[in-house]
Nanobody
Framework: QVHLVESGGGSVQAGESLTLSCTTS???????MGWFHQAPGKEHEGVAV???????SYQDYVKGRFTISRDKAKNTLYLQMTSLKPDDTAMYYC???????????????????WGQGTLVTVCS
């Protein structure tokens, strides 16, 4: 059974940085992993994805600001977020899926599992 636990969220000022972590268990090492978020009153939105061989993809609105990485030995996924903006305020979830586009475009029906989320609040 897949189990994902996110951490690292918090409240920061615009322009500051945060690093989110996601500890995983029961995941298939061949699957892609990534992050999506959901802002209050809005739909789920993909953020970034990393494949099992380390290839990464990002949504345009985070390119150059966010970096996704994974440490397979530690079963941990990371999302380094820099130059944070108020529009980045959302609940962030880590997830796993067979195909990268399903994560990048938050195709919820195709995601294998996600955690309880960690809240990121960016104040202007």
């Amino acid at each position: 059974q897949v189990h994902l636990v996110e951490s690292g969220g918090g409240s920061v000022q615009a322009g500051e940085s945060l690093t989110l972590s996601c500890t995983t268990s029961g995941t298939d090492g061949a699957n892609c992993m990534g992050w999506f978020h959901q802002a209050p009153g809005k739909e789920h939105e993909g953020v970034a994805v990393i494949s099992s061989d380390g290839n990464t993809s990002y949504q345009d609105y985070v390119k150059g600001r966010f970096t996704i990485s994974r440490d397979k030995a530690k079963n941990t996924l990371y999302l380094q977020m820099t130059s944070l903006k108020p529009d980045d305020t959302a609940m962030y979830y880590c997830t796993t899926a067979r195909f990268a586009p399903d994560i990048l475009w938050a195709s919820m029906h195709a995601l294998e599992a996600w955690g309880q989320g960690t809240l990121v609040t960016v104040c202007s």
